[in-house]
Antibody, heavy 113, light 112 residues
Framework: DVQLEESGGGLVQPGGSLRLSCAVS????????MNWLRQTPGKGLEWLAYIDKTGEIIYYADSVQGRFTVSRDNARDTLYLHMDDLRVEDTAIYYC??????WGQGTRVTVSS | DIMMTQSPLSLSVAPGQAASISCKSD???????????LYWYHQRPGQSPQLLIY???GRFFGVSDRFSGSGSATEFTLHISRVEAEDAGVYYCMQGRKLPLTFGGGTRLEIK
């Protein structure tokens, strides 16, 4: 079975940092481009970042450009999202996903003082 | 960015009846490779979105044949025949024509 499992979410103060991980199994991770997305009640589903199969080509949403960094370790079948300078409006459920087919169950990030 | 607009916002359907959800994009989702990159997802409370339909009308693995998709270019429809209790939740369309991936605002389906 295909599984994507996010971890690393939690409560952080504004200006703080977090690193999310997404461990995958059930498919050949290195053969897939990957994305990070998030969901809030107010803004709905929002795409955040894209990384190609090798990690050489990366794109970010304007809302996180310069603050978030996506990376991957194909040897460990793991995708990462390093988040710096977190803001209250970054509070959301964060998902890793392939281009369209599979999503993880999400990890909740709360930014609050 | 490509804007995706869904309607209706919500609908209430009795079991066994049919339902349709509309999704419109402000740009064509047809790419030069001949494929149209429109997807439909279903999200139950507390769960992540699950892919139902890919590239307008392709049914994803394990998805019931009660679900079907149609449309082209900028106008698309998700059809659900014979609605069941397990179909409750929120349905989203998504365009994968280009980054940023963008989503419709969602349609909440309630089962009467």
């Amino acid at each position: 079975d295909v599984q994507l499992e996010e971890s690393g979410g939690g409560l952080v103060q504004p200006g703080g940092s977090l690193r999310l991980s997404c461990a995958v199994s059930g498919f050949t991770f290195r053969d897939f481009t990957m994305n990070w997305l998030r969901q809030t009640p107010g803004k709905g589903l929002e795409w955040l970042a894209y990384i190609d199969k090798t990690g050489e080509i990366i794109y970010y949403a304007d809302s996180v450009q310069g603050r978030f960094t996506v990376s991957r370790d194909n040897a460990r079948d793991t995708l990462y999202l390093h988040m710096d300078d977190l803001r209250v409006e970054d509070t959301a459920i964060y998902y890793c996903a392939t281009w369209s087919d599979y999503w993880g169950q999400g990890t909740r990030v709360t930014v609050s003082s | 960015d490509i804007m995706m607009t869904q309607s209706p916002l919500s609908l209430s359907v009795a079991p066994g009846q049919a339902a349709s959800i509309s999704c419109k994009s402000d740009e064509s989702l047809l790419k030069s490779d001949g494929k149209t990159y429109l997807y439909w997802y279903h999200q139950r409370p507390g769960q992540s979105p699950q892919l139902l339909i890919y590239e307008v009308s392709g049914r994803f693995f394990g998805v019931s044949d009660r679900f079907s998709g149609s449309g082209s270019a900028t106008e698309f429809t998700l059809h659900i025949s014979r609605v069941e209790a397990e179909d409750a939740g929120v349905y989203y369309c998504m365009q994968g024509r280009k980054l940023p991936l963008t989503f419709g605002g969602g349609t909440r389906l309630e089962i009467k």
